[in-house]
């Protein structure tokens, strides 16, 4: 097991608490905890330290990207605020960490008002569509970045 020096935010949005329970045909049947247990295994594994949220309501979701500001990097799953969160964007926008967005299923395989996201504008990247993966790519995408940037000297 890698030491961990990097420290991650995994931020679930609305709803995600229901995941293994709410529509298992669309979302699967790992709870909640079951995915946050692999993705701190996953991340400990490769020298991350992943933190794991979940927060139902914006407001909340808001203090948890504020608090992000000092972390590494940041996984959201905003959820159903995806399509209509100009509030999230923002707080995105309004904190250095580099964060990568990330769902479960591929919105544009699903009803037309999913296919559009407020929030991957204010990320680095969306990775969707392939479950649980989608979260542990994106982890991997974030290590990758931090290690190149740690590995460039500095430049006066």
Same mark, same amino acid.
């Given at each position: 097991?890698? #030491?961990?020096?990097?420290?991650?935010?995994?931020?679930?949005?609305?709803?995600?608490?229901?995941?293994?329970?709410?529509?298992? !045909?669309?979302?699967?049947?790992?709870?909640?905890?079951?995915?946050?247990?692999?993705?701190?295994?996953?991340?400990?594994?490769?020298?991350?330290?992943?933190?794991?949220?979940?927060?139902?309501?914006?407001?909340?979701?808001?203090?948890? +990207?504020?608090?992000?500001?000092?972390?590494?990097?940041?996984?959201?799953?905003?959820?159903?605020?995806?399509?209509? !969160?100009?509030?999230?964007?923002?707080?995105?926008?309004?904190?250095?960490?580099? !964060? +990568?967005?990330?769902?479960?299923?591929?919105?544009?395989?699903?009803?037309?008002?999913?296919?559009?996201?407020?929030? #991957?504008?204010?990320?680095?990247?969306? +990775?969707?569509?392939?479950?649980?993966?989608?979260?542990?790519?994106?982890?991997?995408?974030?290590?990758?970045?931090?290690?190149?940037?740690?590995?460039?000297?500095?430049?006066?």
């Amino acid at each position: 097991m890698a #030491a961990s020096s990097h420290r991650v935010l995994v931020l679930h949005g609305p709803n995600l608490n229901r995941l293994g329970l709410r529509e298992p !045909s669309v979302y699967g049947t790992t709870t909640l905890d079951e995915l946050n247990a692999r993705l701190e295994a996953y991340g400990s594994a490769r020298g991350l330290a992943v933190e794991c949220a979940q927060e139902n309501s914006e407001g909340a979701m808001i203090d948890a +990207i504020h608090r992000a500001a000092d972390l590494d990097g940041l996984v959201i799953n905003p959820a159903g605020y995806t399509h209509t !969160s100009v509030a999230l964007h923002d707080a995105l926008l309004s904190v250095p960490t580099p !964060s +990568i967005e990330v769902h479960l299923t591929n919105l544009y395989a699903r009803e037309s008002f999913r296919h559009s996201s407020v929030t #991957a504008a204010a990320c680095s990247g969306v +990775i969707m569509g392939l479950g649980p993966a989608s979260y542990e790519l994106a982890l991997d995408y974030l290590l990758s970045t931090l290690t190149t940037n740690n590995a460039e000297p500095d430049h006066v």
